[in-house]
C-alpha cells in the first residue's frame, strides 16, 4: 500500500507566539525530502509538530496521514499510526536497558490495541530481531544491555535512533539534525545507516544544515524554510548549493520570510524552532 504524509496550511505556535505561518508538504512512502534553512526559521517546529509535542500549539491546517487527521491524535497515537521522530537532543533514561525500552516500544507500536499488563514480543524473537537490526547497523551487542542514552556519546546517541527506527519500521520517519554534533566520520556513519534501514522503506524527512547526511540518502525533494514557511523547493543540487554557498540568495529573494525570520530570532524562545 501506498502512503502519503500530506501537510497543509499549516499554522503551528509556541507560548502563543507564531512560528509557523502556512507550511504545504506532500510526503510519500518511499521518498526522501530534506528539509534546510537557517537557525529559527522552523524546521524543528515543524517536525516536532508532527509528532505531536504537547508544547507546540496548531492554531490552522492540518497533518494527514493517509485517511487518518493526526492533529486529533495524542503523541503515542501519531507513533502507532506509522510516525516516527529522532529528536536533535535525545534524552537519557537511567535504570532502563536500551533492549527492553526497544521490546516495549515495538509491542506498542506493532500491536496498537494491547492492553497495559499484556504479553510482550516473545523475548526469543524479539531477541532474534534485534540482532539482526544491530548486526545490519554494525552496532556493538553489549549496546542493548546499556541504559537508554545513560553517559551515551553524541554518536551514540544518534546511532540508538537509528536503531530505534530500524525496530519500529515506521510509515514516515522525521530526523531532527541527525548530524548535530557529530564529527565527519560519525556524520557518514550514521548517513550510511539510515541508507541502510530506511531509504525506500519509508518515507523519511531529514531536517539538517549539511549535505553529508544526504550523502547516502540523496533527496528526490529539497525544501527550504525561512520564516516559518517552505519558501523554495528543488532537488538534491538544491541542497548542495546551500551546503556550498548558504542561504544569500535565498534571504535575499524572499525578502517578507526573512523579516519574519529575524523578528522570530529576536524573541527569546526556549524550545527548539
Known amino acids: 500500500m501506498s502512503h502519503i504524509l500530506q501537510i497543509e496550511n499549516l499554522h503551528v505556535s509556541v507560548n502563543d507566539k507564531p512560528i509557523l505561518r502556512g507550511v504545504n508538504l506532500v510526503i510519500k512512502f518511499g521518498e526522501t525530502h530534506a528539509l534546510m534553512g537557517p537557525n529559527g526559521s522552523g524546521k524543528s517546529t515543524l517536525g516536532l509538530a508532527i509528532a505531536g509535542h504537547p508544547n507546540y500549539q496548531i492554531t490552522q491546517g492540518s497533518i494527514k496521514l493517509d485517511d487518518a487527521n493526526l492533529t486529533e491524535m495524542e503523541a503515542d497515537e501519531r507513533s502507532r499510526a506509522g510516525v516516527f521522530m529522532a ?31 499484556q504479553d510482550l514480543i516473545p523475548m526469543r524473537e524479539f531477541r532474534k530481531e534485534l540482532k539482526s537490526k544491530m548486526e545490519q547497523l554494525k552496532i556493538d551487542p553489549d549496546f542493548a544491555r546499556r541504559y537508554v542514552n545513560d553517559g551515551f556519546s553524541g ?13 519500529l519500521s515506521p510509515k514516515f520517519a522525521i530526523l531532527d539534525e541527525t548530524d548535530s554534533g ?16 530506511g531509504r525506500d522503506k519509508m518515507g523519511l524527512l531529514i531536517i539538517t544544515h549539511h549535505d553529508k547526511l544526504l550523502e547516502h540518502n540523496p533527496p528526490q525533494f529539497t525544501h527550504v524554510m525561512l520564516g516559518g514557511r517552505i519558501v523554495e523547493t528543488g532537488g538534491a543540487e538544491l541542497a548542495r548549493e546551500l551546503h556550498d554557498q548558504g542561504y544569500d540568495r535565498i534571504r535575499k529573494s524572499y525578502p517578507d520570510a526573512e523579516a519574519a525570520n529575524q523578528q522570530m530570532l529576536a524573541k527569546e524562545e526556549p524550545l527548539a524552532v
Not at 554518536?155 to 525496530?167: F, H, N, P, Q
Not at 557529530?182 to 534501514?197: G, Q
Request: hydrophobic content about 45%; aromatic content about 4%.
Open 87 to 117: 529528536f536533535q537532543r535525545p534524552v537519557a533514561i537511567p535504570g532502563v536497558k536500551t533492549a527492553d525500552f526497544l521490546r516495549h516500544a515495538a509491542t506498542n507500536v506493532r500491536r496498537p490495541d494491547r492492553k497495559e499488563g
Open 155 to 167: 554518536g551514540e546517541m544518534k546511532r540508538a535512533e537509528i536503531l530505534t527506527m530500524a525496530m
Open 182 to 197: 557529530l564529527d565527519a566520520d560519525a556524520v557518514r556513519l550514521a548517513s550510511a545507516s539510515i541508507a541502510e534501514i
